[in-house]
């Protein structure tokens, strides 16, 4: 039985999925362990590849950091089998009335679990979603993807697609339905499927830009034109899914213009709404540029970046 909220809540299980990225994934934690208010389990879901003495070394620190604050530390070690895949696992091992996930290269605020406890006590929630704030603002490459959060930032209420990097969940609500990411979406798209089944229930979700954890978006050419990319061909993939998922017999006009329409609407996502200076016009371009490129490299089927 989901339980609503008929009494305060203490409690908030923080899941990390995390892959390669050992010095990131410390900082998060360090940063969960210092909020004013801690989590009582941390669940970290590791599908790294590279397992070298460092990196245990990383994963004993935070074993001690756990056990010194009387955390209870639940780390799952898997092979990569995707976003969601991981995300899934996470969702499972979570056993607190509340869990949130934060993402591996994201660092929570000091009264972050403080003001998630906050907010569903106040309000009859079973959804709570905040934003990001880059971690380091000067970095240019930290600045043109912040623009891609001007459009979530603009919003106060209730969005159609829930963005997990900052979210927070009443867990019997989840449990209970079965609510689960799409486990054939591997890098990303993951939210959309997952957002259709809560928003299914017509209960309370709620973003707010006051809820927000500082992130380490990237920091290079390389891993910007990457992650774009990846956007790309995962929207073509999201979108096939759906073809298939509507076991509907589409003709060509229809597939066109549903096709046609889909442009549209990514396109709208990405957009950026408040371009801090002439200075980031050629990253915008870049980010376009690596979008359409993985659309098409979608369409063509070809998954390997």
Known sequence: ?????????????????????????????????????????????????????????ILARIRTYCHQKKISLVYKSTNDKGIAFARNLGIGEAKSELFAFIDDDEEAPINWIESILSQFNKENLVVLCGTNIPKYPNNYWNKIWKTVMNKMDNLEGVPSVIPTSNSSYLTSFIHDNKI???????????????????????????????????????????????????????????????????????????????????????????????????LLYPGIFIKFSAFWLGFLAGILGIWTL
């Open 180 to 278: 689960l990411f799409d486990e054939r979406m591997k890098r990303n798209g993951e939210e959309e499927k997952f957002s259709e089944q809560i928003h299914y229930y017509k209960k309370k979700v709620l973003y707010t830009k006051k809820l927000f954890v500082y992130h380490d978006f990237r920091l290079s050419f390389a891993e910007f034109f990457i992650q774009w990319f990846s956007y790309g061909q995962g929207c073509v993939f999201r979108y096939k899914l759906n073809l298939k998922d509507s076991k509907k017999n589409y003709g060509l006009l229809q597939l066109s213009n549903n096709l046609l329409q889909f442009i549209r609407d990514t396109n709208q996502r990405i957009e950026s709404t408040d371009i801090e200076s002439s």
């Open 1 to 57: 039985m989901t339980k609503m909220n008929k009494k305060a809540f203490s409690a908030v299980d923080v899941v990390i999925v995390t892959r390669n990225r050992p010095r990131k994934l410390l900082n998060c934690v360090r940063s969960l362990i210092s909020n004013s208010i801690i989590p009582k389990r941390i669940v970290i879901i590791d599908s790294s590849s590279i397992k070298d003495n460092q990196y245990q070394a």
